[in-house]
């Protein structure tokens, strides 16, 4: 397909390790003619060493999860109490958070929102698109309903009642269905890569509908950005094309974008 399109761009969104890896592979089966005249150069940052949590920082997060014992992480670690002190700065400095509170809810988030996809490519395996969302937000309002039993909040208003509507239609139904069934075809890092660009719809409607503005530099990154999902989605179609399953995805993550607005 490389030779075929004379394509170079899909390769520059490689890490640069695995760029080297790739090219050197082409290379091993006759086809380094495909990179040979071309200077690759991985377009992906390549992420600052002292911004990474090391194995044993992870380990500090992990045990942070079930103890804030700074004693009890250090047996459980066979360290001292000052080393777990020293990992914890080191952790909070980088998650950019200030307490234990903080780094749990952002550990929480990161590995929630992440696992989302490939769960939802693992249920797509015993059921149904809308059978699976159906299931995932019953899930969900059992713990919503007892929340509301608890702490009974106030109703709201009938002025306010459309908003409700329109959220539950837009972003929980139509959102739900367009994702899972793109997800049919689409692998689950294609996907949460493409749903990021939810952001970016966000910030085009915000000029016409909020009256915001953004700069020259974000318009280019906005332009970029939505470069790189294509090269994506592309990708994962197997061709130089959309397939349906990429502009499900796609749409799914216009629906958060119109449900933030």
């Known amino acids: 397909l490389l030779e075929r399109t004379e394509q170079r761009l899909a390769l520059a969104l490689l890490p640069e390790d695995d760029l080297g890896r790739v090219a050197a592979g082409l290379d091993d089966v006759g086809y380094g003619?495909?990179?040979?005249?071309?200077?690759?150069?991985?377009l992906?940052?390549?992420?600052?060493?002292?911004?990474?949590?090391?194995?044993?920082?992870?380990?500090?997060?992990?045990?942070?999860?079930?103890?804030?014992?700074?004693?009890?992480?250090?047996a459980t670690l066979v360290v001292s109490a000052n080393t777990v002190k020293s990992q914890l700065r080191s952790v909070y400095r980088k998650l950019g958070?200030?307490?234990r509170e903080d780094a749990i809810a952002v550990a929480l988030?990161?590995?929630?929102?992440?696992?989302?996809?490939?769960?939802?490519?693992?249920g797509l395996a015993a059921f149904g698109p809308l059978e699976l969302g159906a299931l995932r937000f019953g899930i969900a309002a059992v713990p919503a309903a007892i929340f509301l039993v608890?702490?009974?909040?106030?109703?709201?208003?009938?002025?306010?009642?459309?908003?409700?509507?329109?959220?539950?239609?837009?972003?929980?139904?139509?959102?739900?269905?367009?994702?899972?069934?793109?997800?049919?075809?689409?692998?689950a890092g294609a996907a949460g890569f493409i749903i990021n660009v939810s952001p970016i719809f966000t910030a085009i409607m915000d000029l016409p509908l909020l009256g915001e503005?953004?700069?020259g530099m974000a318009g280019f990154g906005t332009?970029?950005?939505?470069?790189?999902?294509?090269?994506?989605?592309?990708?994962?179609?197997?061709?130089?094309?959309?397939n349906a399953g990429a502009m499900l995805?796609?749409?799914?993550?216009?629906?958060s974008a119109v449900n933030t607005i």
């Not at 003619?33 to 991985?42: A, K, M």
């Not at 044993?56 to 700074?70: D, F, I, K, W």
């Not at 332009?223 to 959309?242: P, R, T, Y």
Request: charged residues 15%; glycine residues 8%; hydrophobic residues 55%.
């Open 213 to 215: 503005r953004f700069s």
């Open 109 to 122: 988030t990161v590995v929630g929102w992440a696992s989302a996809f490939p769960a939802i490519r693992a």
């Open 249 to 255: 995805v796609l749409g799914s993550a216009l629906c």
């Open 150 to 187: 608890v702490k009974r909040p106030a109703l709201p208003r009938l002025d306010e009642l459309w908003r409700l509507v329109f959220g539950g239609a837009i972003f929980v139904a139509l959102y739900t269905v367009m994702l899972n069934f793109g997800e049919l075809t689409v692998s």
């Open 44 to 74: 992906l940052p390549v992420a600052e060493p002292e911004l990474l949590l090391t194995d044993r920082e992870l380990a500090v997060l992990g045990q942070l999860l079930t103890t804030g014992s700074v004693a009890e992480i250090a």
């Open 97 to 99: 958070v200030n307490n």
């Open 33 to 42: 003619r495909v990179t040979r005249d071309v200077p690759l150069r991985s």
């Open 223 to 242: 332009a970029i950005s939505f470069a790189g999902i294509g090269v994506i989605a592309m990708a994962d179609g197997h061709g130089l094309h959309f």
